[in-house]
């Protein structure tokens, strides 16, 4: 895969400053943007709520009309039903409303939440993440983002309604009675009182470990599915089954404690604003006072009514600060993920003269106390292929991703065109460089988009240019639908085939610093022969990279570098290291050795013997 495509969406998504809006803020920071879209969404709702009650208020006024003594004033008993239709309706209109918007408004949120999250972690360090779990990063761009949602979407309504309705209830009920209306509230009472226990600092580490124990089944998963082929070929399923398990069984330990620990405190919440405990509590102080005489049989009609209404929005007040919660603890895992230091861009970019590349007493660890490289020198002259090669730990990967700048070194520096690559734009560095991985990640798109990833203006002429190139054309051509195939939906390809997709790719770009990660490592010989050719017919004087894992893809390199332990050993044309007979003579015997007995154990397992 070439490097091109990640900077043009680098600059696309976000400015170059290293600085994200969200890195550091709260929530309220972070709908500070969306100000007079979330005032909207309260006003709204606000409004809506309180029209909510219309209806209410018109049946307790037909009740008192209607019971009234002397004739009824039919007037005034179509203004009430009119004005409770109404209240209806503007209810409707308004919650929908401050509801069309909140889910426009959450839209928003999260797509900035998301272009964010891909900007920070298409530019921090590449061994940020062999510290992390897919799992756990696919939670954070995932579930936490969408965690979001109840927050901005459904939660103001729900707190506005919490907040706003009884209050208004409450004022009314007020002017009819004083006492009944303290009566009324002691379902409510009970339930707010029983709230601050579901917020305690054992309540809240309990909620942190349920999501903890979350991520650690999303990793399992993700680990189990992407290495299934291994466990299956080495029959490690019951181990891997087994990791899986001990995730589930955590995961369901932590949740009955904190079910346990909530269990009681929520059934008491339940209970106090039920319906038949609030219709109890209202009618037995009604009762009282009613027999008493100190209050009116008419009076009590309004208690009943906005009393159910008091508890229904307290009762999803809890499910607004359970959102609240959960959305705060997203927030923050995001913002750790957001912080991330990423490598840092140049405030004045310079630019390259040629494309000459030279590594001066590079080292580079990616732990403090252990450098991978030491002291590396090297020059890679335009018009040269240069191969690394050199014992599995020796470095080379960690070497060739100094290029496209994946790490920066620790100490020394690496020059493009007599720049360093600290001092050199991503635009302009990527448009320099291509880098073909081992591993070959291929989109869910056409083939003819894959290879013009780079280039997506390329005309389909260069796109099967670049194919033929990458013997990969007649390939494509038996494909359902040829190039406009879709891969990985009308199509699956193999290792080697997917590797020459990404190699076209990377010769369509045309960069003049091309860097090959093992481009044919999944190859037949066949096809490894006419790649070989055709890098070697690659016109201009591009510089060209290879780590050789296959000794024999190095016999037309100019220069060939031997790593060991982080160290260059030996250097030189191929011919001249193996007459020295020195480390790269012993590597290449130990090679061809391991080669000839593969290539007799398979000719024995043909003939029926036994492999020896």
Do not use: C
């Not at 309504?157 to 009884?166: D, M, N, Q, R, W």
């Not at 309540?203 to 992407?226: P, Y």
């Amino acid at each position: 895969m070439t490097t091109t495509d990640l900077a043009e969406a680098r600059e696309q998504s976000t400015p170059s400053s290293d600085a994200d809006p969200a890195v550091g803020q709260s929530m309220a920071g972070l709908l500070r943007p969306y100000g007079w879209s979330f005032a909207a969404v309260v006003t709204l709702q606000v409004i809506g709520a309180v029209a909510g009650l219309a209806p209410l208020l018109a049946v307790v006024e037909l009740g008192r009309t209607l019971l009234s003594p002397g004739p009824i004033d039919h007037g005034h008993v179509w203004a009430v039903v009119i004005a409770g239709a109404t209240g209806l309706f503007v209810r409707l209109l308004f919650t929908a409303a401050s509801s069309g918007i909140g889910h426009i408004l959450d839209g928003q949120v999260q797509l900035t939440f998301r272009r964010q999250l891909a900007s920070r972690l298409g530019r921090v360090p590449i061994g940020w993440f062999s510290h992390r779990r897919t799992g756990e990063l696919a939670k954070v761009v995932g579930e936490d983002v969408s965690a979001v949602h109840p927050f901005i979407a459904h939660t103001p309504g729900e707190l506005v309604s919490a907040f706003v309705v009884p209050l208004v209830s409450l004022i009314y009920l007020f002017t009819i009675d004083w006492r009944l209306t303290l009566i009324t509230l002691i379902p409510v009472v009970l339930a707010v009182a029983l709230v601050p226990l579901m917020m305690t600092p054992t309540r809240l580490r309990e909620q942190e470990k349920f999501d903890a124990a979350m991520g650690r089944i999303a990793s399992s998963v993700v680990e189990f599915v992407q290495g299934i082929s291994v466990v299956k070929a080495f029959g490690g399923s019951g181990r891997a089954h087994r990791k899986f398990l001990t995730a589930t069984d955590d995961f369901v330990g932590t949740f009955s404690r904190m079910v346990h620990g909530l269990s009681g405190i929520a059934a008491g919440m339940q209970v106090a604003l039920s319906p038949p405990f609030v219709l109890l509590v209202v009618l037995i102080g009604g009762a009282v006072l009613i027999t008493t005489g100190g209050l009116p049989p008419a009076d009590l009609l309004p208690f009943p009514l906005l009393g159910l209404g008091l508890t229904a929005p307290v009762a999803a007040l809890g499910h607004g600060f359970d959102d609240m919660q959960a959305a705060g603890r997203a927030v923050g895992r995001i913002r750790d993920v957001l912080a991330v230091q990423s490598l840092p861009e140049p405030a004045h970019p310079v630019a390259p003269q040629g494309h000459r590349v030279e590594l001066r007493d590079v080292r580079f660890g990616y732990e403090a106390d252990h450098e991978v490289l030491r002291g590396i020198d090297l020059v890679l002259k335009p018009g040269t292929v240069t191969a690394i090669v050199g014992p599995s730990g020796s470095g080379k990967s960690t070497l060739v991703q100094l290029l496209p700048r994946f790490f920066d070194p620790t100490h020394g520096s690496v020059t493009l065109g007599g720049v360093d690559l600290r001092e050199l734009g991503s635009r302009e560095l990527y448009r320099m460089v291509s880098f073909v991985f081992q591993d070959v990640r291929l989109l869910r798109a056409s083939v003819a988009d894959n290879i013009a990833l780079a280039v997506p203006h390329a005309d389909l002429d260069d796109v099967v240019r670049a194919a033929r190139q990458a013997n990969i054309h007649d390939r494509i051509l038996e494909l359902p639908r040829g190039y406009d195939t879709v891969i990985n939906e009308e199509a699956g390809l193999s290792g080697g085939e997917a590797q020459r997709i990404s190699l076209a790719r990377a010769l369509l770009a045309a960069t003049p610093v091309l860097v090959l990660d093992e481009a044919t490592s999944f190859a037949d010989p066949q096809t490894e022969q006419a790649v070989r050719r055709a890098l070697a017919t690659l016109e201009g004087d591009r510089t060209i990279l290879v780590i050789a894992h296959r000794l024999e893809t190095i016999a037309d390199a100019d220069t060939v570098v031997m790593l060991e332990n982080g160290s260059i050993v030996e250097r030189g044309k191929p011919a001249e290291l193996l007459a020295r007979g020195g480390k790269f003579a012993a590597f290449w015997q130990s090679h061809r050795s391991a080669v000839a007995n593969e290539t007799e154990t398979r000719r024995g397992v043909l003939q029926g013997d036994e492999p020896r």
